[in-house]
T-cell receptor, first 111, second 113 residues
Framework: SQELEQSPQSLIVQEGKNLTINCTSS?????LYWYKQKYGEGLIFLMM?????EEKSHEKITAKLDEKKQQSSLHITASQPSHAGIYLC???????????FGKGTRLSVIA | DGGITQSPKYLFRKEGQNVTLSCEQN?????MYWYRQDPGQGLRLIYY???????QKGDIAEGYSVSREKKESFPLTVTSAQKNPTAFYLC????????????FGPGTRLTVT
């Protein structure tokens, strides 16, 4: 079965600094999804990547999928307190199977 | 507005009691899912349903049961057979095929003492 490993597990950054979160898959990724979660709340969809080398951006968040489609990175530029939360990557397989998720990366942004 | 509702937000039960968590969506999605979230463990799939009157077990189905009698509803029952039921439960839905991403509800935090 597919497994996703996220690194780091937690991250504390100073406001205004850039940061990167990684998601590595044990198998070739068919579709890779990034979500954000505030503590005690549901997941909010950020971006989906499907093609090797694909890159998408939304405001100050950029997600990339490597050419081999086994690793994705999420990069936040000039972090703000609103970026704090848990970031989770999810992956699916052909056949419309439910997403498998990584364990998440907890991000704290301090002033 | 379209979305997923889960009720209640917080639920408390005594050990040995069955409890049912509600999940309703008005997004006209065919597929619905239940995940469990524990600290440091990410999301684990309990059950999912891709069509009305049909559902499949996920990775941790033991001690849980579901029904899918209506497209909009996918209730989850946590039975007394579930050894560690205290957790945060998330319901999600999606369109069939690969067109859309799963849309999550706000979650229900269940505490069993």
């Amino acid at each position: 079965s597919q497994e996703l490993e996220q690194s780091p597990q937690s991250l504390i950054v100073q406001e205004g600094k850039n940061l990167t979160i990684n998601c590595t898959s044990s198998k070739t990724l068919y579709g890779l999804y990034w979500y954000k979660q505030k503590y005690g709340e549901g997941l909010i969809f950020l971006m989906m990547l499907q093609k090797g080398g694909e890159e998408k951006s939304h405001e100050k968040i950029t997600a990339k999928l490597d050419e081999k489609k086994q690793q994705s990175s999420l990069h936040i530029t000039a972090s703000q307190p609103s970026h704090a939360g848990i970031y989770l990557c999810g992956a699916d397989s052909p056949g419309n199977t439910p997403l498998v998720f990584g364990k998440g990366t907890r991000l704290s942004v301090i002033a | 507005d379209g979305g997923i509702t889960q009720s209640p937000k917080y639920l408390f039960r005594k050990e040995g009691q069955n409890v049912t968590l509600s999940c309703e969506q008005n997004l006209n999605h065919d597929a619905m899912y239940w995940y469990r979230q524990d600290p440091g463990q990410g999301l684990r799939l309990i059950y999912y349903s891709q069509i009305v009157n049909d559902f499949q077990k996920g990775d941790i189905a033991e001690g849980y049961s579901v029904s899918r009698e209506k497209k909009e509803s996918f209730p989850l029952t946590v039975t007394s057979a579930q050894k560690n039921p205290t957790a945060f439960y998330l319901c999600a839905s999606s369109t069939s095929g690969t067109a859309g991403y799963p849309y999550f509800g706000p979650g229900t935090r269940l505490t069993v003492t």
